[in-house]
Structures are given as structure tokens and as C-alpha cells.
């Protein structure tokens, strides 16, 4: 079958022929209908080092491809309830299985990463950009009829955003509240979909680009221009008293700093971006009490809450398909910044 594979530190990944893998006790083979490109993967095959990709557990060579959904194909020793041809959402963390975390669904904080064998699915463990993909049957989340395609960002794109919400949700519930996004790329502007389906809280958009504000403007927020009066503009669209929570999709020193001025006395301020991006405090000028945290990933839960505000068409994905064959076209896209939309490939197109 044909896969795009990370095969080396620091190269850009190929289009290889590899062998149909198949399914061991406990997982289940999918026939993959989508998986998204993701920044993720671009940090890994651009910048990890040796050092980190072993600390990281993403040493290749290996599938990429943590955003994936697909049909059920086969199921391995002591796997039931699963039928062939049946849609599902695939859960990429991959931790110990065993610890607190693991046991709650949330293998994304799993206790036990410095032995774990990888990251994740696509990220150390081979993933789904691939024509057909196992994975750990708890690791399945059912899509129903919704079409699966659509829904592979969700696994990512729409489950790191919708966990960063549902924590902060004490700052958004009551009357008169105000939630910030800044960056406004595909998780921002899931974000948005996300805060309008889960809160009642005015939703205020940032960006560079306009064209982005426009979008988020379409879907119900404020935008606002970040600029040297960005901060300023958002105080006055709150009354002076600023946002209850701030979720910064960038994460670089002036968008974290952004958020913690515009954020208001008790709030909450995550910073989801990974740009790496250093924070700052004043006694004299931050809001008291404000807190400011960050996330990763979220819950197997959690992408069952989300994958039922997809089936009830609450969130939608923005997308562009690529086939297998066009893979690594999606990959030069994404290094470039010229995606406006996830790309998702497709390796059954046509069929």
C-alpha cells in the first residue's frame, strides 16, 4: 500500500510502498477515508534533532498522519462490536494504558511518557496517512452516518481547541461574558464554531489577515485587527473590563502578552500554540487573579463530545482533499503557508 513515510531527522517525508499492515489482538484495521496535515508533523520532520525526537518518542522511520478516520476492515483477536464498513474517529494518543490518566481516556497526559514507545498514532507509532491504518480498538470513536472525511481534523484540530474550552467553561457560564481567540487558522476558527455550540459568551476574533476575520465574522464573532491597537479595541467592545477567557492559537511572546492584557480580573488565558513563545508578569499590570495555563491534545472522551457536535452539524471542518498520490503536494503547502483550509488526503479518492 502506498503511505507517506518519515524516514530520516530533519528530511522531508516520502511516498513509499509498504506492507499492509495487520491488525494484532485488541486494534482493528481501518480502510483510511481521510487524515489531515498538521503543523505537528511538520516540527517533527523539520526541527526535532536526534535527541529530541528520541525524548519525544518519534524517532522514524514511520507513517505520519495523527488526524484519521476510516471503515472498518478487520478486527483483531478479542475484538467485537465493531462491523466492517462502519465509519470511525481514531483517538491518536498512545500512552502506557495502565496509569490514572490512561484509565480516565486521557493518554494525552499519560504519567508514564518517559517509557512509552511513542507520542502517538502518526507521531512515533505509524499513523494514518496511509491506505489502511491499526489502531487500538478503544481508540475508536463512531462517526455514524456523518461522513467521515470531513471529520478527520476533528481528531486534532477540533479536539485541542474543544478541550482548552471545556476547561475554562467556569470563566464562560452566566450572562455578559466575553471569550478571545487569537489566530485565526483552522483550530481558531473551529474555536469559534466550538464557543458558539457550548457557551453563550460574545466571541472575539483576532488576526492579522483579513480575510480571516472575515470568516470569523461569519460565524457570529467580533473581529477585531491585531495591530497596535488590538488590546485597546477589545477593552472597549468589553466596557473596559475585559475577556473572562483568551485562547491564544499562536503562541509567540506578543500574542501571549495580547491576551493577558486584554483578559480581564479572574480570568482564564490558555495558550494552545506552540510557537514557543515566552510569557511574562507584572504585579502592576496583569489582572489579579488571572490565570494562565496551557494544553495539550485532549481526552478520549472528549472526542466523543466532539464527534456528536459533528453528527448534529454544530462544527464543520474546513477542508481541501488531496489524494495519496498528491500527498506530499499538501505537505509543500503546509511548510509554505499557503493552506487556507486543512488539507485532508484522501487515499481512496474515486472509489
Same mark, same amino acid.
Given at each position: 500500500?502506498?503511505?507517506?513515510?518519515?524516514?530520516?531527522?530533519?528530511?522531508f517525508?516520502?511516498?513509499?510502498e509498504v506492507?499492509?499492515p495487520t491488525p494484532?489482538?485488541?486494534?482493528?484495521?481501518l480502510?483510511?477515508?481521510?487524515a489531515?496535515c498538521?503543523?505537528?508533523?511538520?516540527s517533527?520532520?523539520?526541527?526535532?534533532d536526534e535527541?529530541?525526537?528520541?525524548?519525544?518518542h518519534?524517532e522514524?522511520?514511520?507513517i505520519?498522519?495523527?488526524e484519521?478516520?476510516?471503515?472498518?476492515?478487520?478486527?483483531?483477536?478479542?475484538v467485537?462490536?465493531?462491523?466492517?464498513?462502519d465509519a470511525?474517529?481514531?483517538y491518536g494518543p498512545t500512552?502506557?494504558?495502565?496509569?490514572?490518566?490512561?484509565?480516565?481516556g486521557?493518554?494525552?497526559y499519560?504519567e508514564?511518557? &518517559?517509557?512509552?514507545? *511513542?507520542l502517538?498514532?502518526?507521531? !512515533?507509532?505509524? /499513523? %494514518?496517512? @496511509?491506505e $489502511?491504518?491499526?489502531?487500538?480498538?478503544?481508540n475508536?470513536?463512531?462517526?455514524?452516518?456523518?461522513?467521515p472525511?470531513n471529520?478527520a481534523?476533528l481528531?486534532d484540530?477540533?479536539?485541542?481547541?474543544?478541550?482548552?474550552?471545556?476547561a475554562?467553561?467556569?470563566?464562560l457560564q452566566?450572562?455578559?461574558k466575553?471569550?478571545?481567540?487569537?489566530g485565526?487558522?483552522?483550530?481558531g476558527?473551529?474555536?469559534?464554531?466550538?464557543?458558539?455550540?457550548?457557551?453563550?459568551?460574545?466571541?472575539?476574533a483576532?488576526d492579522?489577515?483579513?480575510?480571516?476575520?472575515?470568516?470569523?465574522?461569519?460565524k457570529?464573532?467580533?473581529?477585531?485587527k491585531s495591530?497596535?491597537?488590538?488590546?485597546?479595541?477589545?477593552?472597549?467592545?468589553?466596557?473596559?473590563?475585559?475577556v473572562?477567557?483568551a485562547?491564544?492559537?499562536?503562541?509567540?511572546?506578543?500574542?501571549?502578552a495580547a491576551?493577558?492584557?486584554a &483578559?480581564?480580573?479572574? *480570568?482564564?488565558?490558555?495558550?494552545? !500554540?506552540?510557537? /514557543? %513563545?515566552? @510569557?511574562? $508578569?507584572?504585579?502592576?499590570t496583569?489582572?489579579?487573579?488571572?490565570?494562565?495555563?496551557?494544553?495539550?491534545?485532549?481526552?478520549?472522551?472528549?472526542?466523543?463530545?466532539?464527534?456528536?457536535?459533528?453528527e448534529?452539524?454544530l462544527?464543520?471542518?474546513?477542508?481541501e482533499?488531496?489524494s495519496m498520490?498528491?500527498?506530499?503536494d499538501?505537505?509543500?503547502?503546509l511548510v509554505?503557508?499557503?493552506l487556507?483550509?486543512?488539507?485532508v488526503?484522501v487515499p481512496?479518492m474515486?472509489?
Amino acid at each position: 500500500m502506498k503511505a507517506v513515510v518519515f524516514k530520516k531527522i530533519k528530511t522531508f517525508p516520502s511516498l513509499e510502498e509498504v506492507e499492509k499492515p495487520t491488525p494484532g489482538p485488541g486494534e482493528v484495521l481501518l480502510k483510511v477515508a481521510g487524515a489531515g496535515c498538521c503543523h505537528s508533523d511538520v516540527s517533527v520532520f523539520q526541527e526535532y534533532d536526534e535527541a529530541l525526537a528520541k525524548h519525544e518518542h518519534t524517532e522514524p522511520s514511520f507513517i505520519l498522519g495523527h488526524e484519521t478516520s476510516g471503515w472498518v476492515e478487520e478486527v483483531g483477536q478479542g475484538v467485537t462490536g465493531f462491523k466492517k464498513g462502519d465509519a470511525y474517529l481514531i483517538y491518536g494518543p498512545t500512552g502506557c494504558g495502565h496509569c490514572a490518566r490512561c484509565v480516565a481516556g486521557e493518554e494525552n497526559y499519560c504519567e508514564n511518557t &518517559a517509557t512509552n514507545e *511513542s507520542l502517538a498514532m502518526g507521531l !512515533g507509532r505509524d /499513523g %494514518g496517512m @496511509a491506505e $489502511y491504518v491499526v489502531a487500538p480498538a478503544r481508540n475508536l470513536v463512531p462517526l455514524g452516518d456523518a461522513d467521515p472525511i470531513n471529520a478527520a481534523p476533528l481528531a486534532d484540530a477540533a479536539l485541542t481547541p474543544y478541550h482548552a474550552i471545556k476547561a475554562a467553561l467556569p470563566h464562560l457560564q452566566g450572562g455578559g461574558k466575553y471569550a478571545l481567540v487569537i489566530g485565526l487558522g483552522g483550530l481558531g476558527q473551529i474555536a469559534i464554531q466550538i464557543l458558539s455550540a457550548i457557551t453563550g459568551a460574545t466571541i472575539i476574533a483576532t488576526d492579522m489577515k483579513p480575510e480571516a476575520i472575515a470568516k470569523a465574522e461569519e460565524k457570529g464573532a467580533i473581529g477585531v485587527k491585531s495591530d497596535e491597537h488590538e488590546v485597546e479595541n477589545i477593552l472597549k467592545i468589553t466596557g473596559g473590563r475585559g475577556v473572562d477567557a483568551a485562547f491564544d492559537f499562536v503562541g509567540i511572546a506578543p500574542t501571549i502578552a495580547a491576551a493577558q492584557a486584554a &483578559a480581564a480580573i479572574g *480570568s482564564r488565558v490558555t495558550i494552545v !500554540g506552540i510557537a /514557543g %513563545g515566552k @510569557a511574562s $508578569y507584572d504585579w502592576f499590570t496583569n489582572s489579579w487573579e488571572q490565570e494562565l495555563t496551557s494544553v495539550y491534545w485532549g481526552s478520549l472522551p472528549e472526542l466523543h463530545e466532539v464527534a456528536a457536535l459533528y453528527e448534529k452539524g454544530l462544527i464543520t471542518p474546513e477542508i481541501e482533499t488531496y489524494s495519496m498520490d498528491n500527498a506530499l503536494d499538501a505537505y509543500h503547502k503546509l511548510v509554505d503557508g499557503k493552506l487556507s483550509k486543512r488539507a485532508v488526503v484522501v487515499p481512496h479518492m474515486g472509489e
